[in-house]
């Protein structure tokens, strides 16, 4: 006799959050394919339709509106005694999933998330970068990664002492045929690479100067929305980019970029890692925390106390 498991019963919530099977896949790491025979089965034992499934989106019955409110509930509950249960593991295991934005994530990979998998090699970390902003606690991650002033006020910080700062910069050949902009307004005359956010709009440079702010509408021969394709495109002297710094430190040392208004581009707010305040956390989630404070008073490092 067919039992659902955790899982078929927490796809069904997460189809009801995200309102597409493509949007509940992705926060369940499998794909569209599987969820949707998993529904389906659990439909079947059931014998009722649970969910209104059209070509755009997806809708609970009322059946469906039903099970929900009563298995929802009682799934939270679920996963509180499994996660009060591993709280009380020696060695942290299983699945760690962190959320962050692609820069922060390139910036603590190598000395903080390979290191925690080099101390905990029982620990799967399931790493999701995105531009936009998610609720971590309904996407179903442990951890994310963010500038501070990003981070929702209900959440636990952890400075990790890297300050954010963004840079302007172009190839030397670039500026050597075009000359270099002295202010943020003479971007205007310049070729400048535009970046699209993720939630469709163009990302308008921001600069501040001894208290006067400054934001400018570039223009330019190409809109792009991933920051290795921007840089590539800087690098080949197509115009001016503007990168958060760590993305582009190494070019600058290099010299194959050249970074103009420094002064303009003053220091943001801090990098952090931060989670949802639990009385139990998992061993993982605790080791992590634990290994990120060392990181911030390590300066960087994580074998410093």
Same mark, same amino acid.
């Given at each position: 006799?067919?039992?659902?498991?955790?899982?078929?019963?927490?796809? %069904?919530?997460?189809?009801?959050?995200?309102?597409?099977?493509?949007?509940? !896949?992705?926060?369940?790491?499998?794909?569209?394919?599987?969820?949707?025979?998993?529904? !389906?089965?659990? @439909?079947?034992?059931?014998?009722?339709?649970?969910?209104?499934?059209?070509?755009?989106?997806?809708?609970?019955? /009322?059946?469906?509106?039903?099970?929900? !409110?009563?298995?929802?509930?009682?799934?939270?509950?679920?996963?509180?005694?499994?996660?009060?249960?591993?709280?009380?593991?020696?060695? $942290?295991?299983?699945?760690?999933?962190?959320?962050?934005?692609?820069?922060?994530?390139?910036?603590?990979?190598? +000395?903080?998330? *390979?290191?925690?998998?080099?101390?905990?090699?029982?620990?799967?970390?399931? =790493?999701?970068? @995105?531009?936009?902003?998610?609720?971590?606690?309904?996407?179903?991650?442990?951890?994310?990664?963010?500038?501070?002033? *990003?981070? +929702?006020?209900?959440?636990?910080?952890?400075?990790?002492?890297?300050?954010?700062?963004?840079?302007?910069?172009?190839?030397?050949?670039?500026? @050597?045929?075009?000359?270099? +902009?002295?202010?943020?307004?003479?971007?205007?005359?310049?070729?400048? %690479?535009?970046?699209?956010? $993720?939630?469709?709009?163009?990302?308008?440079?921001?600069?501040?100067?001894?208290?006067?702010?400054?934001?400018?509408?570039?223009?330019? +021969?190409?809109?792009? /929305? @991933?920051?290795?394709?921007?840089?590539?495109?800087? *690098?080949?002297?197509?115009?001016?980019?503007?990168?958060?710094?760590?993305?582009? =430190?190494?070019?600058?040392?290099?010299?194959?970029?050249?970074?103009?208004? /420094?002064?303009?581009?003053?220091?943001? !707010? /801090?990098?952090?890692?931060?989670? $949802?305040?639990?009385?139990?956390?998992?061993?993982? *989630?605790?080791?992590?925390?634990? =290994?990120?404070?060392?990181?911030?008073?390590?300066?960087?490092?994580?074998?410093?106390?």
């Amino acid at each position: 006799m067919y039992r659902p498991s955790l899982n078929d019963l927490d796809a %069904i919530l997460t189809i009801a959050r995200e309102g597409t099977f493509r949007g509940a !896949a992705h926060t369940l790491g499998m794909s569209a394919t599987a969820l949707s025979n998993a529904v !389906a089965k659990l @439909e079947s034992s059931l014998g009722v339709r649970l969910l209104n499934r059209t070509t755009r989106s997806v809708s609970l019955t /009322d059946a469906g509106r039903a099970f929900v !409110a009563r298995v929802g509930p009682a799934l939270l509950d679920i996963h509180g005694a499994m996660d009060t249960a591993r709280s009380q593991q020696s060695t $942290p295991t299983g699945t760690l999933r962190i959320n962050a934005f692609a820069s922060g994530a390139r910036e603590i990979l190598r +000395p903080l998330i *390979l290191d925690y998998l080099r101390r905990n090699p029982a620990v799967h970390v399931d =790493l999701v970068t @995105e531009g936009r902003l998610v609720d971590i606690v309904a996407e179903g991650f442990d951890l994310g990664v963010r500038r501070m002033d *990003l981070v +929702p006020a209900d959440m636990i910080a952890v400075p990790l002492g890297r300050m954010q700062r963004y840079a302007v910069v172009a190839s030397p050949t670039y500026f @050597e045929h075009h000359g270099r +902009p002295a202010s943020p307004t003479d971007l205007l005359n310049h070729r400048c %690479i535009r970046i699209r956010l $993720p939630n469709g709009a163009l990302f308008r440079w921001y600069f501040e100067k001894q208290g006067e702010t400054v934001q400018v509408d570039v223009s330019g +021969p190409i809109t792009l /929305d @991933e920051t290795s394709l921007a840089r590539t495109a800087v *690098l080949e002297g197509v115009g001016i980019g503007l990168f958060l710094e760590h993305n582009v =430190l190494d070019d600058i040392a290099a010299g194959t970029l050249v970074r103009i208004l /420094d002064d303009w581009t003053p220091p943001l !707010a /801090d990098l952090c890692v931060y989670y $949802p305040s639990r009385r139990n956390p998992p061993a993982a *989630l605790k080791a992590f925390v634990d =290994l990120a404070r060392r990181f911030a008073r390590g300066g960087g490092r994580t074998d410093k106390a």
